[in-house]
């Protein structure tokens, strides 16, 4: 057991709940932001789809707005694609919102019409993959939002 939480720790910020430990405030989490090091560390962990750094990330979006918040979210599209059955877990049972199936779609800022649309490709293969039948409501709305995603990314690079 102590091996697994060594693992997902970070030397950089610490372990997830450690984090959320010194974290309690928006000035706290501003000031963490303001690090780079810090900020692409926490991107990093959150997007590997752990579900301790998921956590983290829904105990910390509480404290960010504008662009760190859609930071944030568009990490959690990149977590479904290296966990998508924890994913759509969350999204199934509500931990994201009403509208959580939207960060399936989240890429973030646009890049390249060829990198944004793989991106997407590889996000979908990864959702089809889930085979779990209590999943499928969640898994439908989730290739639903890449859809639409892969859409709204073809007429922004028109």
Known sequence: MMLLAAAICSTVIGCPKEL??????????????????NWNELLTRVGSGEPAWID???????????????????????????QPVEMLKRISNGRFGPDGSALCGNIGEPASLKIDLGLLRRRAQAVRAVRQRTLQDAKTLCLREIQNAVTATKRHFK
């Open 20 to 37: 959320r430990s010194h974290i309690r405030n928006r000035e706290a989490f501003q000031t963490f932001a303001a690090k780079d090091k």
């Open 56 to 82: 983290a990330e829904q105990y910390l979006v509480r404290f960010s707005d504008g662009a760190l918040r859609n930071e944030l979210s568009a990490t959690l599209g990149t977590a479904v694609t290296r």
